[in-house]
T-cell receptor
Framework: GQQVMQIPQYQHVQEGEDFTTYCNSS?????IQWYKQRPGGHPVFLIQ?????EVKKQKRLTFQFGEAKKNSSLHITATQTTDVGTYFCAGDSLWQAGTALIFGKGTTLSVSS | DAEITQSPRHKITETGRQVTLACHQT?????MFWYRQDLGHGLRLIHY???????NKGEVSDGYSVSRSNTEDLPLTLESAASSQTSVYFCASSESGTSDGTDTQYFGPGTRLTVL
């Protein structure tokens, strides 16, 4: 079945270093979403990318959607301790009835000051 | 403000017991979803619903059931709890139209279930 894969699974950085997580789908996606989950919390929507090659920025976070709409990345510039958490990508998937999101396993970011 | 709530937040039960986890949203969203989250597996879809009286199986539906009698609620029932169902359960909702659950999802705070 369709898979959404994320790498790396874990990443530890020193505060101020950059961080990137990558997401790859086995099929072409109509859109991709990114969520952040703080330790002990619930996933919170960050952004949605729809267009091929799309790039969106949110302050220090840069999101890209690949030209083939099968991969995406999240880049954080100059990480801060507030960036700690697990970042999930999610793509649309055709389920038995209609479509729903399929989530990657997430990348857990830890930041030391 | 609109919100999505889950109850209980923590539950300990015994193997073989029936357990129901509640999910209530005041967004008036058509779509509702249940996920389980386990270390190393991310979020896995259990069941989902596109509207009242509509329910569908997700990736890991065995041993779980849902019912949708109104827009606001999608309770998740474990028919006979097993230790393998120890997990954190998240409910989510999205606005979208029928048969399209790819809009932004809003997650509840989660229920931590332990089956002994």
């Amino acid at each position: 079945g369709q898979q959404v894969m994320q790498i790396p699974q874990y990443q530890h950085v020193q505060e101020g270093e950059d961080f990137t997580t990558y997401c790859n789908s086995s099929t072409t996606l109509s859109n991709i979403q990114w969520y952040k989950q703080r330790p002990g919390g619930h996933p919170v929507f960050l952004i949605q990318l729809v267009k091929s090659g799309e790039v969106k920025k949110q302050k220090r976070l840069t999101f890209q959607f690949g030209e083939a709409k099968k991969n995406s990345s999240l880049h954080i510039t100059a990480t801060q301790t507030t960036d700690v958490g697990t970042y999930f990508c999610a793509g649309d998937s055709l389920w038995q009835a209609g479509t729903a999101l399929i989530f990657g396993k997430g990348t857990t970011l830890s930041v030391s000051s | 403000d609109a919100e999505i709530t889950q109850s209980p937040r923590h539950k300990i039960t015994e193997t073989g017991r029936q357990v129901t986890l509640a999910c209530h949203q005041t967004w008036n969203h058509n779509n509702m979803f249940w996920y389980r989250q386990d270390l190393g597996h991310g979020l896995r879809l259990i069941h989902y619903s596109y509207g009242v009286q509509d329910t569908n199986k997700g990736e890991v539906s065995d041993g779980y059931s849902v019912s949708r009698s109104n827009t606001e609620d999608l309770p998740l029932t474990l028919e006979s709890a097993a230790s393998s169902q120890t997990s954190v359960y998240f409910c989510a909702s999205s606005e979208s139209g029928t048969s399209d659950g790819t809009d932004t999802q809003y997650f509840g705070p989660g229920t931590r279930l332990t089956v002994l």
